[in-house]
């Protein structure tokens, strides 16, 4: 049985991998602060493979105390997105790049990292230009700059992997509303409708169950994976904001889509993914976006959307 450490387990991805791991019948270790009071993980403490810990990252003298005995470790914990890292810069890099490397400073070399960058390290491509796992990286924001730079020091071990992530999408039990499929379907249902400014710039999305089986179909193919780095998308989702929300109003007819053509986006992402080198392993996403929006549709006409901010 392989001992695999999770800090952030309990967030929008963990929540959804850490009950995975387990049934895939690995021993796991999570070290979350629970920050936005969630119990996603309440259901898998009768399992006697999960060990769940309350606390922070940046406690270093923690983490390499929950990380020396792991086979595998899987650093999630996060503050993601820009207008989240913008609001406390300094935790933000402290969390997402410092505590990361002070861990590598620890860990032995035999120990596997499989760590979630971003493709939003990317920046913007050429109209037509798919970028691939060679493209040049010109990061815009403060989180996709520190993802890059880690991910450079990562990569000096051989017992490395970094998933350069599409914008995740789909319902999880740590909900999050800021990502961009998940709040368009929040904005189609209420208010009705969505304004876009830049409509024209490009993303690519991938379902959060499909993020959980990349990580799970990596640990059981390692020698794939050791040592690489990888796009992890959906092929058939390389859309414009604008062909997003069309994509939602197929679903949502009242959903009524707005363009600004003074106002712009802060985020200026715009590129096409290209997801050929982790499909040629052999793994494919099995979530469709008109499944994910659909299953957003129900899920959040539920929802009490104060709970899952971000901010």
């Keep these: 049985m392989e001992n695999i450490f999770v800090s952030g387990g309990a967030g929008y991805i963990g929540s959804v991998l850490v009950p995975k791991l387990l049934e895939n019948g690995y021993k796991v270790t999570v070290l979350d602060n629970f920050m936005y009071q969630q119990n996603s993980l309440a259901p898998h403490f009768i399992n006697k493979n999960l060990t769940v810990v309350n606390g922070d990252v940046r406690n270093i003298e923690l983490v390499n ?3 020396k005995n792991a086979d ?12 989240a890292c913008n609001k406390d810069p300094i935790s933000a890099t402290a969390i997402n790049k410092h505590s990361v490397i002070d861990m590598l400073k620890n860990i032995s070399d035999s120990q596997w990292i499989i760590m979630p ?7 913007a491509s050429k109209p037509g230009e798919y970028l691939t796992e060679l493209s040049t990286l010109n990061p815009l924001s403060l989180y996709a700059k520190d993802k890059v730079e880690l991910e450079k020091k990562l990569m000096l071990r051989a017992e490395s992997t970094s998933f350069r992530l599409a914008t995740v999408f789909g319902m999880s039990p740590r909900m999050r509303l800021d990502l961009l499929v998940n709040s368009f379907v929040k904005s189609a ?7 876009l400014f830049e409509a024209e710039f490009r993303r690519n999305y991938i379902h959060v169950l499909d993020v959980a089986s990349a990580f799970i179909f990596a640990i059981n193919n390692p020698d794939k994976f050791r ?3 990888f796009n992890v998308g959906l092929s058939s989702a390389n859309l414009t904001k604008r062909e997003l929300a069309n994509k939602v109003f197929e679903q949502h007819s009242t959903f009524r889509i707005l363009e600004s ?6 985020d200026k992402r715009d590129y096409l993914v290209s997801n050929k080198k982790i499909e040629e392993t052999g793994f ?15 899920g959040l006409s539920t929802l009490k959307w104060e709970l899952y901010n971000n901010l």
């Excluded at 595998?72 to 207008?83: C, F, R, Y």
């Excluded at 249902?189 to 304004?195: A, E, H, L, Q, R």
């Design 65 to 67: 105390t929950l990380a």
């Design 72 to 83: 595998i470790i899987i650093p999630l914990a996060a503050i993601v997105g820009a207008p």
């Design 117 to 123: 960058t971003t493709n939003s390290g990317y920046g």
């Design 189 to 195: 249902i209420n208010p009705g409708y969505v304004i």
């Design 227 to 229: 040592g690489q780095i």
């Design 261 to 266: 053509e003074i106002n712009q986006d802060p």
């Design 284 to 298: 494919k996403p099995m979530v469709t976006l008109e499944t994910g929006i659909k299953e957003l549709l129900s």
